[in-house]
């Protein structure tokens, strides 16, 4: 893969100021459009060896086009912030929104190549990040994204050469890092590591482009026409490429069997021993998280339900057993413009926890394949690929050391009824009922499919559902709280 990138292809200064106005302009042109149609965004990567120019050429882009509309993100090792966060999470918060440009100067490829060239992890450790790599690609793809990677390559007498040259001159001497030498006395097990991934990741959705790195002229040009080729093949799709993707079938149930119907509604507490076990997992679960071993980790709780199944109240009876500088709520409304030029996670990627704390979802993730299918807010395509992003999303949690403890809170439908119509007499309850809430229940089946399928397709042994009957707010109350304290003596 890289043998044609150690040929020593070379541009005379002539040639080069020739060909520069016009690709400026083009690119220029490209980039405004991109802005005005604010369509997708593009993700560029700029990887390679050291000493390759990858700085040079960052700089020479952002010459070249308007650096307002770039977002540049030199990433290096990762903060104590970062490694409480699964490894994509410094990513994820920083791709660019729709209309802009993002270049990744030490991506996602990075950390796992250099591990493998310094056998801090083995060949199979490599291969399983780059499967999380090609997941992580292909959903920015299905939501829009063009993704463009160029590995800027030397072989390695040029590599050599090039360190030399600028520690020769006085100016340039900084340039040249211990750790660049270091690299370079591995240079044939980074080759190796890096020819391996780029092979495994070089996609239709996002393509890898090799790019000699020994004449800067020939560099720069290579790089930049094949910018101006993708932005320009992009912008002239109507409509994209990702949206013509067919959806596969749904399964139809075909056994009449339902997950939520199957549920014994009618169970109750009483209000002495509901205040009894209240007091008693309340404490418990304070304590719990109050245990050394959970500084190393974090609660992740997502609620989801019925509508006026008791989320609320649930949420309240768990948030009263714990220290306040310690926990967040996110409710969950319709995205926002902002949230809406991102891909579909990324609103809730930015709200992951630090260890050592608590973060509470009232609705989720889970509203792609809930109101979204139910609504066709989205497209059958969009919710299908859903459950598998979802899974590889909590995956990375867990992995993490985050403990998902998710609840999906179920009421019968006169049950509903009847908390409705006491909503709308009780002054204090009346904005809890909405317009919306009324037409949600002429869709009652509807939801009610979407729920069996969401728990049958998400519910793993990491991450698991828990159906809370909910008509008796006492009972579903003190489920959640004994769920999840069984849950965290499990864990810590």
């Known amino acids: 893969m890289f ?104 991506s996602w490829y990075t950390q796992p190549i250099l591990a493998r060239t310094y056998e801090r992890c083995g060949h199979a450790d490599l291969d399983q990040a780059m499967d999380r790599v090609l997941r992580f690609e292909r959903m920015l793809a299905d939501e829009g994204a063009l993704v463009l990677k160029v590995w800027l390559h030397l072989s390695k007498d040029s590599q050599r050469e090039r360190f030399k040259s600028l520690e020769s001159k006085k100016a340039t001497r900084w340039r040249v890092k211990p750790e660049d030498w270091r690299q370079h006395e591995h240079y044939d097990t980074l080759r190796r590591a890096a020819e391996h991934a780029l092979r495994q990741t070089s996609t239709a959705d996002a393509p890898w482009l090799v790019v000699e790195g020994s004449d800067s002229r020939y560099r720069d040009l290579s790089v930049g026409k094949a910018l101006l080729a993708a932005l320009r093949q992009r912008l002239s799709a109507e409509p994209p490429a990702h949206s013509r993707r067919p959806a596969p079938p749904a399964l139809p149930a075909t056994n009449g069997l339902n997950l939520l119907r199957s549920l014994d509604l009618s169970k109750k507490k009483d209000k002495k021993e509901y205040e009894k076990d209240l007091e008693n997992y309340q404490g418990q679960l304070n304590l719990l998280l109050r245990k050394k071993t959970f500084a190393q980790r974090s609660l992740i709780l997502v609620f989801e339900g019925i509508d006026a199944a008791g989320k609320g109240g649930s949420i309240r009876r768990v948030t009263a057993a714990l220290d306040p500088r310690w926990y967040h709520i996110i409710p ?161």
């Open 332 to 492: 969950i409304a319709a995205p926002s413009d902002e949230e809406r030029a991102q891909p579909y996670l990324w609103r809730f990627w930015r709200h992951l926890p630090r260890h050592g704390r608590v973060m509470i979802f009232d609705r989720s993730w889970y509203g792609r394949v809930l109101v979204e299918r139910v609504e066709k807010l989205c497209t059958v395509t969009d919710w299908m690929r859903a459950y598998g992003e979802i899974n590889d999303f909590e995956e990375q949690l867990v992995r993490n050391g985050a403990l998902v403890a998710k609840f999906f809170l179920t009421i019968d439908k006169d049950e509903q009824l009847r908390r409705f119509e006491s909503r709308q007499k009780t002054g204090f309850k009346r904005f809890k009922i909405t317009d919306e809430d009324w037409r949600n229940r002429e869709k009652w089946d509807d939801y009610e499919q979407a729920v069996c399928d969401m728990v049958e397709r998400t519910s793993s042994e990491i991450t698991p559902w828990t159906l809370v009957e909910a008509n008796d707010k006492r009972y579903a109350r003190i489920k959640v709280l004994k769920t999840l304290c069984k849950r965290l003596k499990e864990d810590l």
């Open 3 to 106: 043998a044609s990138a150690e040929l020593g292809h070379r541009i005379n200064k002539e040639e080069y100021d020739a060909q520069v106005p016009a690709l400026r302009e083009a690119l220029l042109e490209a980039q405004m459009e991109l802005g005005e149609k604010r369509g997708f965004p593009l993700i560029l990567v700029l990887a390679g060896l050291e000493g390759a120019g990858k700085g040079e050429t960052l700089k020479i882009l952002n010459e070249w086009m308007d650096p307002r509309f770039i977002e540049t993100h030199a990433l290096g090792p990762p903060s104590d912030e970062e490694r409480e966060r699964p490894p994509m999470w410094r990513y994820w918060r920083r791709l660019p929104p729709k209309g802009k440009i993002g270049i990744f100067l030490g």
